[in-house]
């Protein structure tokens, strides 16, 4: 289990939050401590609040007074509401909070249902409760907890990043925004690609596009980005997002850094030539675009075709999901780039490939082996990965990709926290 603590100055966006949460039925109050009733059972942000309000009256100086913890056990771990009550009130206990007021929320709007607890730091005489070492003190506690309900330690188990499997937005399933943040916050963390259109075909695995802004502030030129989800045609099917919902590495500037390093770094990528050969001998042993992309597919390897209205193939693109890395075609050879792919598929004119080295050769079974096996890390694409998006068009493949705890993190949360940082900052200026 993992406890996160928050500190801030806005109670009541911290209520407001959570109370949104209930209404929209992906959570509920399942616990209070020293919070008024009412005859009904049913809680209201401005009825909470009335309950902490002579804590914050008596505050003397502590500038942060409102307590934000989430208590997150794995996701496979099955806790009743009884449990979660209890985890809720021990953690309190031991963590010197018991004597305050607070209330816990469950939530279970996405696939990891965990518990929010509100309070205040401050006790009846305005005096703040100690948080010295309250790191190393939530760690401890969070392991007593596991061992006495019989939780998975979040300590013991070291997971793989790469088993980690996200799939793409559905825009019909609503909170289009959390899925959009859940794959945006991670891909400029994990692959590397030198340029817009290269970050655009990344994103379009995932039914996401973006469109770069241009204006003025106060005279000045400014330049950014807005997101949008895809349907299943690839066409636009939300409004758009602003990049700085989804944190700095999602923003024009930073990617405009990670474009350079990404330049630099797959200057000397030592998989750019197991790379090549493999679409190569995938090249010579398909007999259609479809049975091309399917062998890629087969190994990690995802294949974004650009076409024109008139069908010509004008860019090719090939993102590389064992070294987390995404090239044009013409950057891996003329062999590859899109003109051959066009006259193959367009004209029926197949250009002999040149295999590369020893791995041509039939002596060197081995090597040739390892080429030809799907890596181990891509064994979830089965039979439901390999089918295919509007196959007349970008015949983009449905694809879960490999993204470290992608489905296990609360983003609404995240934006939430970054919203009153940005709120207390307005303040001190």
């Given at each position: 289990m993992i406890a996160k603590i928050g500190r801030g100055n806005n109670l009541y966006g911290a209520l407001v939050y959570n109370q949104l949460k209930?209404?929209?039925?992906?959570?509920?109050?399942?616990?209070?401590?020293?919070?008024?009733?009412?005859?009904?059972?049913?809680?209201?942000?401005?009825?909470?609040?009335?309950?902490?309000?002579?804590?914050?009256?008596?505050?003397?100086?502590?500038e942060k007074p409102v307590l934000h913890i989430s208590l997150n056990p794995d996701p496979n771990d099955k806790v009743s509401d009884e449990q979660f009550e209890k985890l809720a009130q021990e953690y309190m206990q031991k963590m010197g909070y018991t004597e305050q007021p607070f209330v816990v929320f469950k939530h279970t709007d996405i696939d990891r249902t965990h518990i929010h607890i509100v309070s205040v730091c401050v006790d009846e005489e305005g005096r703040k409760i100690s948080d010295k070492f309250e790191k190393r003190r939530s760690m401890d506690v969070c392991r007593e907890l596991e061992k006495e309900y019989c939780l998975i330690s979040a300590i013991e188990?070291?997971?793989?990043?790469?088993?980690?499997?996200?799939k793409p937005v559905d825009y019909k399933a609503g909170d289009i925004k959390s899925q959009m943040a859940s794959v945006i916050s991670h891909l400029p963390k994990n692959y590397k690609f030198e340029g817009f259109g290269t970050y655009n075909t990344l994103l379009s695995l995932f039914n996401i596009t973006a469109e770069e802004v241009k204006g003025e502030y106060n005279g000045i030129p400014r330049q950014?980005?807005?997101?949008?989800?895809?349907?299943?045609?690839?066409?636009?099917?939300?409004?758009?997002?602003k990049a700085s919902l989804f944190g700095k590495q999602a923003g024009y500037v930073q990617l405009q850094q990670h474009y350079a390093q990404s330049k630099e770094l797959l200057k000397n990528e030592p998989s750019k030539a197991l790379l090549k050969t493999t679409i190569e001998m995938s090249f010579q042993e398909a007999s259609n675009e479809r049975e091309f992309k399917k062998r890629l597919l087969e190994r990690g390897i995802n294949t974004v075709v650009r076409r024109n209205g008139e069908g010509r193939v004008y860019g090719i693109t090939f993102v590389d999901h064992a070294s987390k890395s995404v090239w044009n075609g013409s950057q891996l050879g003329k062999s590859l780039s899109a003109n051959v792919f066009n006259d193959w598929w367009n004209n029926g004119n197949k250009m002999e490939q040149s295999l590369q080295g020893n791995l041509a050769s039939k002596n060197n079974a081995t090597t040739n082996e390892e080429v030809k096996q799907p890596?181990?890390?891509?064994?979830?694409?089965d039979k439901e990965y390999l089918s295919y998006y509007h196959e007349e068009n970008n015949l983009i493949e449905v694809f879960g990709g490999l993204l470290p705890n992608a489905k296990a993190e609360d983003y609404d949360e995240e934006l939430f926290a970054n919203q009153m940082k940005k709120k207390a900052r307005r303040k001190k200026r």
């Open positions: 209930v209404e929209k039925d992906n959570g509920q109050v399942l616990y209070t401590n020293k919070i008024i009733q009412t005859p009904d059972g049913s809680y209201t942000v401005s009825q909470l609040l009335r309950s902490f309000e002579l804590y914050l009256l008596a505050n003397r100086k502590t188990k070291k997971q793989n990043p790469q088993n980690q499997i996200f950014g980005l807005v997101y949008f989800a895809l349907n299943e045609k690839g066409e636009k099917a939300s409004n758009p997002f890596n181990n890390l891509f064994g979830f694409l």
